[in-house]
């Protein structure tokens, strides 16, 4: 008899830990492998994690261990899911960031092997069945028996269905003139790509390269300035360690530019590239997971998900555009793909690259104290001077026209400008939608999400109003349900305005959009990409899509239509997410020959974060912002964890988080600062409440001792959920 450690699939902390089940059957078992097992009389899926035989009978055991030891029901996995590196991955992932082990083991896996009850819908492996000759003879043979047998002999072997007819193709192989077989088909096609030779790297690229190469830290920061070619010098980092028998993991932090990395990589680099990312079908997700594990690449491209690629012998992590907060896991586990790439880069012994034009405040405060090398590219790859930008008041009478409330007299002259030579332009506005909310114009009521009380967004595309946030929908009203009436006012505005206002200024524009509703459908941001930067559109609308990575050869005007919107988001790094939006969409303008151009709309034209955004001056930015963040002692000069505490009854959530602060308060933990409770931007949500805690900190292990304490202790309750998310991005 084996006993088995099984952890469950339910991700909740009072089944975070192994369960004991039996087994005494007949199939191979192991450790990684899922079982089927009885829990609470539910059939649901387990996850081995350890294995021990014993010739005790089931009798002993009840005695020993006081409870009946049930059997497993069956096993699932003929081959373990997960390798000693992952495995051991996901147990130092669990511990950083105090989330369940199952959590972080459901992450890792495609969704065809994850261990839930869920993913047994999900695609499996697929065959081509071929046909080879078996008994070379023609004897007692049709005619159209020894064609085909001379066409499978001619070709060597050959697709059943190529036969043609079916009848024919089961006589030959029931006869043993055929043996059929199968191959694993791949259902991911990549597009053809024509090789190309290495670059020849400038001075500034080579230094970045040799110093990175050289470097005694682990991980590197390569601060480049928009379009300095810093992908040249991933290409070149990769060349190095693929001809030393290393393997590379890339991320970029939006799959709409995952198509143009793979393509550089591709050229260089050919059928050793696979990728991963969730505009992949589940099939094409799990062909490609099944590749990399079978060691049939040398590269891997993808999203944040993919940090998790079963790839081994790893040399070279890097993270593309490593400022983007997409990089960190907003559900559970929680994880941040940066801190992930390092934890795997200790194992391998592996370098990590840190790209930006902009990087996170965290990253440049561990390079200039030296816990990161600092690489630095200071001038663009081709010696294109940056953009020349203009900041424009809205706030001042001058700047407006009659024509339109939405776009100054200097930006529509400009995009005049920039058709009549047939460039192309990017508008930018962080927003989507058609207008920011709808109120009735007879009593002024607001029309609300019944789930999350924030204001619905009009959709003009299909009139329905909608949550940004939760994700509820509606029909466009008819008439208010307050007062009856049936006229409504629709204000602020996003990227289907933008589109409408276009269309109807410039109807000779073929305009394209980009945002988060354009992304709903598969492959659409390839394919909207795609479509400008082969000049089949002139106008490309988006939200940060597409300020991010893009590198258009004509575009020579970005518009940021409204500079202010991510200033009143209530955080803390909305002074940081302001600038490095407005930075990367500036420098989205003329990376070619042609020299570009940026237009800021602001009603705040003095903010420091909008006047050094338009100058790209980062160095003066990070000063400025560091000083505001000493003062206020939030991270990089704390760490910082969130506390999400929800329950069905508000008063019994009340109750708990501010007993919670209290303990926590009377802990008096050294250099532990404790901020809150209080209720968040969405405090109720599908029928809960919801109040934070933040908790910073300098030293985590008195501060996660008492957090694990805490866990264990509300196991019990219930009625009341804890959530720990470790590094959070948002918070006050």
């Given at each position: 008899?084996?006993?088995?450690?099984?952890?469950?699939?339910?991700?909740?902390?009072?089944?975070?830990?192994?369960?004991?089940?039996?087994?005494?059957?007949?199939?191979?078992?192991?450790?990684?492998?899922?079982?089927?097992?009885?829990?609470?009389?539910?059939?649901?899926?387990?996850?081995?994690?350890k294995i021990n035989k014993t010739n005790k009978?089931?009798?002993?055991?009840?005695?020993?261990?006081?409870?009946?030891?049930?059997?497993?029901?069956?096993?699932?996995?003929?081959?373990?899911?997960?390798?000693?590196?992952?495995?051991?991955?996901?147990?130092?992932?669990?511990?950083?960031?105090?989330?369940?082990?199952?959590?972080?083991?459901?992450?890792?896996?495609?969704?065809?092997?994850?261990?839930?009850?869920?993913?047994?819908?999900?695609?499996?492996?697929?065959?081509?069945?071929?046909?080879?000759?078996?008994?070379?003879?023609?004897?007692?043979?049709?005619?159209?028996?020894?064609?085909?047998?001379?066409?499978?002999?001619?070709?060597?072997?050959?697709?059943?269905?190529?036969?043609?007819?079916?009848?024919?193709?089961?006589?030959?192989?029931?006869?043993?003139?055929l043996i059929t077989f199968q191959v694993e088909?791949?259902?991911?096609?990549?597009?053809?790509?024509?090789?190309?030779?290495?670059?020849?790297?400038?001075?500034?690229?080579?230094?970045?390269?040799?110093?990175?190469?050289?470097?005694?830290?682990?991980?590197?920061?390569?601060?480049?300035?928009?379009?300095?070619?810093?992908?040249?010098?991933?290409?070149?980092?990769?060349?190095?360690?693929?001809?030393?028998?290393?393997?590379?993991?890339?991320?970029?932090?939006?799959?709409?530019?995952?198509?143009?990395?793979?393509?550089?990589?591709?050229?260089?680099?050919?059928?050793?590239?696979?990728?991963?990312?969730?505009?992949?079908?589940?099939?094409?997700?799990?062909?490609?997971?099944?590749?990399?594990?079978?060691?049939?690449?040398?590269?891997?491209?993808?999203?944040?998900?993919?940090?998790?690629?079963?790839?081994?012998?790893?040399?070279?992590?890097?993270?593309?555009?490593?400022?983007?907060?997409?990089?960190?896991?907003?559900?559970?586990?929680?994880?941040?793909?940066?801190?992930?790439?390092?934890?795997?880069?200790?194992?391998?012994?592996?370098?990590?690259?840190?790209?930006?034009?902009?990087?996170?405040?965290?990253?440049?405060?561990?390079?200039?104290?030296?816990?990161?090398?600092?690489?630095?590219?200071?001038?663009?790859?081709?010696?294109?001077?940056?953009?020349?930008?203009?900041?424009?008041?809205?706030?001042?009478?001058?700047?407006?026209?009659?024509?339109?409330?939405?776009?100054?007299?200097?930006?529509?002259?400009?995009?005049?400008?920039?058709?009549?030579?047939?460039?192309?332009?990017?508008?930018?506005?962080?927003?989507?939608?058609?207008?920011?909310?709808?109120?009735?114009?007879?009593?002024?009521?607001?029309?609300?999400?019944?789930?999350?009380?924030?204001?619905?967004?009009?959709?003009?595309?299909?009139?329905?109003?909608?949550?940004?946030?939760?994700?509820?929908?509606?029909?466009?009203?008819?008439?208010?349900?307050?007062?009856?009436?049936?006229?409504?006012?629709?204000?602020?505005?996003?990227?289907?305005?933008?589109?409408?206002?276009?269309?109807?200024?410039?109807?000779?524009?073929?305009?394209?959009?980009?945002?988060?509703?354009?992304?709903?459908?598969?492959?659409?941001?390839?394919?909207?990409?795609?479509?400008?930067?082969?000049?089949?559109?002139?106008?490309?609308?988006?939200?940060?899509?597409?300020?991010?990575?893009?590198?258009?050869?004509?575009?020579?005007?970005?518009?940021?239509?409204?500079?202010?919107?991510?200033?009143?988001?209530?955080?803390?790094?909305?002074?940081?997410?302001?600038?490095?939006?407005?930075?990367?969409?500036?420098?989205?303008?003329?990376?070619?020959?042609?020299?570009?151009?940026?237009?800021?709309?602001?009603y705040n034209p003095h903010h420091y974060v909008?006047?050094?955004?338009?100058?790209?001056?980062?160095?003066?930015?990070?000063?400025?912002?560091?000083?505001?963040?000493?003062?206020?002692?939030?991270?990089?000069?704390?760490?910082?964890?969130?506390?999400?505490?929800?329950?069905?009854?508000?008063?019994?959530?009340?109750?708990?988080?501010?007993?919670?602060?209290?303990?926590?308060?009377?802990?008096?933990?050294?250099?532990?600062?404790?901020?809150?409770?209080?209720?968040?931007?969405?405090?109720?949500?599908?029928?809960?409440?919801?109040?934070?805690?933040?908790?910073?900190?300098?030293?985590?292990?008195?501060?996660?001792?008492?957090?694990?304490?805490?866990?264990?202790?509300?196991?019990?309750?219930?009625?009341?959920?804890?959530?720990?998310?470790?590094?959070?991005?948002?918070?006050?």
């Amino acid at each position: 008899m084996y006993l088995l450690e099984v952890l469950i699939e339910r991700k909740v902390n009072i089944l975070n830990r192994p369960f004991t089940y039996a087994y005494t059957g007949a199939k191979d078992i192991n450790v990684g492998y899922r079982v089927f097992v009885n829990f609470n009389n539910q059939k649901i899926v387990g996850y081995v994690i350890k294995i021990n035989k014993t010739n005790k009978t089931s009798q002993d055991l009840e005695k020993e261990l006081g409870f009946e030891v049930k059997e497993i029901i069956d096993v699932i996995d003929q081959e373990r899911l997960l390798n000693d590196e992952l495995m051991h991955l996901a147990q130092e992932i669990a511990s950083y960031y105090l989330v369940p082990y199952i959590s972080v083991l459901q992450a890792m896996l495609p969704k065809s092997l994850k261990p839930a009850s869920s993913t047994f819908s999900a695609p499996k492996i697929a065959y081509n069945t071929f046909v080879r000759v078996g008994i070379d003879s023609e004897e007692n043979l049709t005619p159209k028996q020894i064609e085909v047998l001379r066409l499978v002999k001619e070709n060597g072997q050959i697709l059943r269905k190529e036969i043609g007819s079916p009848s024919i193709a089961k006589k030959l192989i029931d006869s043993g003139h055929l043996i059929t077989f199968q191959v694993e088909k791949y259902r991911y096609r990549f597009e053809e790509v024509e090789v190309e030779e290495t670059k020849i790297l400038n001075f500034e690229q080579q230094k970045a390269v040799e110093e990175i190469l050289d470097a005694k830290q682990t991980v590197s920061l390569l601060q480049g300035v928009t379009g300095s070619g810093k992908t040249e010098v991933y290409l070149a980092l990769s060349e190095k360690f693929i001809k030393e028998g290393k393997n590379v993991l890339m991320l970029v932090p939006e799959i709409g530019l995952t198509p143009m990395i793979v393509s550089y990589f591709r050229k260089r680099f050919l059928e050793e590239v696979a990728i991963l990312h969730s505009d992949l079908t589940e099939a094409e997700k799990y062909d490609e997971y099944r590749r990399i594990a079978q060691n049939k690449c040398r590269i891997v491209i993808g999203a944040r998900s993919a940090i998790f690629a079963p790839l081994e012998n790893i040399g070279l992590l890097i993270i593309d555009e490593e400022h983007v907060e997409a990089y960190k896991q907003d559900s559970l586990p929680f994880y941040h793909a940066r801190e992930v790439a390092i934890m795997r880069a200790k194992y391998f012994k592996a370098r990590v690259v840190l790209g930006s034009a902009t990087p996170s405040l965290e990253s440049k405060a561990r390079a200039l104290k030296g816990v990161y090398h600092l690489a630095t590219i200071s001038k663009r790859y081709n010696e294109q001077i940056l953009p020349n930008v203009s900041i424009i008041n809205m706030a001042n009478p001058a700047s407006l026209v009659k024509k339109s409330a939405l776009f100054s007299e200097i930006l529509l002259n400009k995009i005049t400008d920039r058709l009549r030579k047939k460039e192309q332009i990017i508008l930018l506005i962080n927003r989507r939608g058609y207008s920011s909310y709808l109120s009735c114009r007879q009593c002024g009521h607001l029309f609300k999400c019944p789930d999350c009380d924030l204001t619905l967004t009009y959709h003009k595309v299909d009139e329905m109003l909608k949550c940004h946030y939760c994700g509820h929908v509606e029909f466009m009203p008819i008439i208010c349900p307050s007062c009856g009436g049936t006229y409504f006012a629709k204000s602020g505005f996003g990227t289907q305005r933008i589109v409408d206002e276009l269309a109807r200024l410039f109807p000779e524009a073929r305009v394209l959009r980009l945002d988060s509703d354009v992304s709903r459908v598969r492959q659409s941001i390839t394919k909207t990409v795609e479509k400008f930067r082969t000049q089949k559109a002139d106008i490309l609308v988006g939200t940060q899509m597409v300020a991010k990575g893009h590198d258009f050869p004509l575009v020579t005007l970005v518009g940021i239509v409204s500079a202010d919107v991510g200033l009143s988001i209530p955080s803390f790094r909305s002074s940081e997410r302001t600038f490095e939006l407005i930075t990367q969409a500036v420098g989205r303008s003329g990376r070619a020959h042609l020299q570009g151009e940026a237009i800021i709309q602001t009603y705040n034209p003095h903010h420091y974060v909008i006047k050094l955004g338009a100058k790209q001056d980062y160095e003066t930015f990070f000063k400025k912002e560091m000083f505001v963040r000493r003062a206020q002692q939030t991270p990089p000069y704390t760490y910082l964890i969130s506390l999400e505490v929800s329950s069905k009854n508000e008063s019994l959530l009340i109750k708990t988080i501010h007993k919670i602060a209290e303990d926590l308060r009377y802990q008096n933990l050294k250099d532990v600062h404790v901020v809150g409770p209080v209720s968040p931007f969405i405090s109720f949500q599908h029928k809960t409440h919801y109040r934070h805690l933040y908790i910073k900190f300098k030293d985590e292990t008195e501060i996660k001792k008492y957090l694990l304490t805490l866990l264990k202790t509300l196991q019990t309750k219930t009625q009341i959920n804890l959530v720990v998310n470790v590094d959070p991005n948002d918070n006050f």
